[in-house]
């Protein structure tokens, strides 16, 4: 399958979070360990980054979920700040 990403992705999402790999963002929506609907027709999907010592990363696609539009690290585990440093 063949993954897209948005502008918001490539030129906010990637700036702010610049240790993310779109690499990871595939990996996730592939093999999610959870994911489901959210609001404005999106889909939410989080998975483990081995690299990242397992901290889980929320993504979000677009409806047709090949369009990956967000991701950032899941609140629930540890904080942006550790991931980044």
Request: aromatic share 12%.
């Amino acid at each position: 399958m063949k993954y897209k990403f948005t502008d918001y992705f490539e030129n906010e999402v990637l700036r702010k979070r610049p240790y993310l790999k779109k690499e990871w963002c595939i990996q996730i929506v592939e093999s999610p360990i959870r994911s489901e609907p959210q609001e404005n027709n999106r889909f939410r999907f989080w998975g483990a980054v081995p690299e990242l010592n397992n901290r889980v990363l929320r993504v979000i696609t677009l409806t047709d979920k090949v369009t990956i539009h967000n991701a950032f690290p899941d609140r629930s585990s540890n904080h942006e700040a550790d991931i980044s440093s």
